[in-house]
């Protein structure tokens, strides 16, 4: 492990930067608040927000640790000496944040030598904080967390008994292929819920209030705490074919579950965009 990197410490750091940056992002969103800037597409949206929490996020990192990387969603991109890399995300759920709709959160990883140990998830219209250690479980304001819902009695659901959430991408071609798989996924399962924050949506599988979650196009900042969290809440986070999870697709569930729907999208050929 690299020197002077204690993950509860990195924990602590990464857990009061996304509180503060989340009281920010509450307390001085304008009213007037518009589109800052777009990204991918026209539907791919920043706000000056956005750039304010990650600069806050970011200085309030090298002010305790000038020599870590950082990789920030708007644009922070840090080489260090360290061993330790922050991946930001400082609103996860713009869309959400710009609409004023709740489900919206800060999202910060930590890495050590490339393996994620630490992550945190600030909820702040919920009023809910996730975290997690690497083998040391996954809380919500510090009570710990399991990836089963109520209705499973502790046990994975079979997929025609699956709430799933999912995301889409913002290219019209892929939203036309994620749409048409959504369709013959629908009936095969409970129901689908579209939250619009993959971390979020990580989140909800740690804590039961969904049993399983996918999602093509999430990028590390998307998935790195929340990631983390699903797995130490005893959920499998992966790809399909036996990959890691990665922006060509994002699996997560119970085990048993997440193998059942890894083949449903194997055998939709899920991960392409036409």
């Known amino acids: 492990m690299s020197e002077n990197a204690d993950p509860k410490d990195l924990l602590e750091l990464a857990v ?19 589109v800052a800037d777009t ?14 929490s990650e600069k806050f996020i970011v200085e309030g990192i090298l002010a305790e640790r000038p020599d870590d990387a950082i990789l920030g969603e708007e644009g922070s991109d840090r080489e260090g000496t360290s061993g330790v890399r922050w991946v930001i995300d400082p ?19 930590v890495e050590i030598d490339g393996e994620t140990v630490a992550g945190v998830v ?31 009695e502790g046990k994975p659901v079979p997929l025609e008994r699956a709430l799933v959430a999912t995301g889409f991408g913002y290219a019209a071609q ?14 095969r399962v409970r129901d689908i819920r579209r939250g619009g924050s993959a971390a979020l949506d990580l989140c909800a599988v740690a804590c039961g209030r969904v049993d399983a979650y996918y999602e093509r196009g999430a990028k590390p900042w998307d998935l790195s705490a929340g990631a983390l969290i699903a ?40 991960a392409r965009d036409s």
């Open 174 to 187: 892929r939203r036309a292929v994620q749409g048409a798989i959504v369709a013959d996924l629908l009936p």
């Open 231 to 270: 797995q130490e809440a005893g959920a499998k986070v992966g790809g399909l074919y036996g990959a890691a999870a990665s922006d060509e697709m994002t699996v997560a569930a119970a085990e048993g579950l997440f193998e059942a729907l890894c083949d449903f999208l194997e055998g939709h050929d899920a």
């Open 91 to 109: 609103i996860d759920g713009t869309v959400n944040y710009l609409y004023e709709l709740p489900l919206w959160g800060v999202s910060i990883g």
């Open 122 to 152: 600030e909820i702040p219209m919920l009023r809910e904080t996730f975290t997690a250690l690497r083998g040391h479980g996954a809380y919500r304001n510090g009570e710990p967390i399991r990836a089963y819902s109520a209705q499973s």
């Open 39 to 52: 990204k991918s597409s026209p539907t791919d949206i920043v706000t000056v927000m956005d750039q304010r």
């Open 16 to 34: 009061r930067l996304a509180a503060e940056a989340g009281r920010i992002l509450v307390r001085e969103r304008p009213r007037d608040l518009g």
